[in-house]
């Protein structure tokens, strides 16, 4: 059973989410591999995007687990990799897939700086529901101060779409679900 206290979310939101949930018709089976399948019980599969299922997502990004992989049973496929020079021309440039590489800080210099740890649990979530198709990965700018440069990246976190060798830059700063 989850103990959704430590979520920090407050009791009338859980019934209401418990009511809407019950209201499906078609409620999405939950495979036991998910990583956090609290996310997915009760929302059918045409609406992951339901607003109730992303203010549950913001509520649990906000108790960041850390940045070591915390699911080593999942395949590397859907987990979230830390990105080395190495990883990066053995993996990303000779993937078949297309990748999500996000560039962040892993080690925060002030407590309200959450968005690298934001984007890393979004990444997760992602990395879940793809299943493979897409590959997720983050660089640790303070590790990899040259794959970094290679990128040109001045702010973080910030993010690039690598399909068949060509990266394509996203919004910086991009770190929504949605």
């Keep these: 059973m989850i103990d959704f206290n430590q979520f920090d979310i407050d009791l009338n939101k859980m019934i209401k989410l418990t009511i809407f949930a019950l209201l499906y018709v078609s409620i999405y089976s939950i495979v036991s591999t998910r990583r956090y399948p609290y996310?997915?019980?009760?929302?059918?599969?045409?609406?992951?995007?339901?607003?109730?299922?992303?203010?549950?997502?913001?509520?649990?990004?906000?108790n960041f687990t850390g940045w070591d992989e915390?699911?080593?049973?999942?395949?590397v496929e859907r987990r979230v990799l830390q990105l080395t020079r190495e990883l990066y021309y053995s993996e990303?440039?000779?993937?078949?897939?297309?990748?999500?590489?996000?560039?962040?800080?892993?080690?925060?210099?002030?407590?309200?700086f959450w968005h690298s740890e934001h984007l890393n649990f979004a990444c997760r979530i992602l990395a879940d529901e793809y299943e493979g198709a897409v590959r997720f990965a983050y660089v640790d700018i303070m590790k990899e101060e040259g794959l970094k440069e290679s990128f040109g990246v001045i702010t973080v976190p910030h993010s690039f779409w690598i399909e068949n060798g060509e990266a394509s830059e996203t919004q910086s700063l991009f770190i929504a679900y949605e």
């Design 39 to 62: 996310l997915y019980e009760g929302f059918d599969t045409d609406d992951l995007l339901n607003t109730t299922r992303l203010d549950l997502i913001e509520e649990a990004s906000k």
């Design 70 to 75: 915390d699911r080593l049973d999942l395949p």
């Design 92 to 112: 990303v440039l000779t993937s078949d897939k297309p990748w999500f590489i996000s560039f962040v800080k892993t080690k925060k210099s002030r407590q309200d």
